[in-house]
């Protein structure tokens, strides 16, 4: 089992930033890939950034260049900084992590406004 708690997200205007944090904890030498979605209202869940373990961040194409998705290994965290924010950005993030299965974190909302 694993277990994710995030941290962060909030409001912000059009080109601002916010960081999200997400804390893991539980059976986390199993985890093979660590990443960040995203759900906008009456949509799907959708990918923003993955992180496999000792492998390549990949970054899906309407974050690229704007968002950062780093990884602490030794601290067991996941963060996603979020550059030039813009309405469309807005969404409840969600960290996950794959290992046996994929595990979610509660989500939190980010706000951007026009």
């Known amino acids: 089992q694993v277990q994710l708690v995030q941290s962060g997200g909030g409001f912000v205007q059009t080109g601002g930033s916010l960081s999200l944090s997400c804390s893991v904890s539980?059976?986390?030498?199993?985890?093979?890939?660590m990443g960040w979605f995203r759900q906008k209202p009456g949509q799907q869940r959708e990918f923003v950034a993955r992180?496999?373990?000792?492998?390549?961040?990949e970054y899906s194409a309407y974050v690229t260049g704007r968002f950062t998705c780093s990884r602490d290994i030794a601290r067991n965290m996941v963060f996603l900084q979020m550059n030039t924010l813009v309405p469309d950005d807005t969404a409840v993030y969600y960290c996950?992590?794959?290992?046996?299965?994929?595990?979610w974190g509660q989500g939190v909302q980010v706000t951007v406004s026009s």
């Open positions: 996950a992590a794959v290992a046996d299965t994929i595990y």
């Open positions: 539980g059976s986390v030498e199993g985890i093979k890939v």
């Open positions: 992180t496999p373990t000792g492998g390549k961040t």
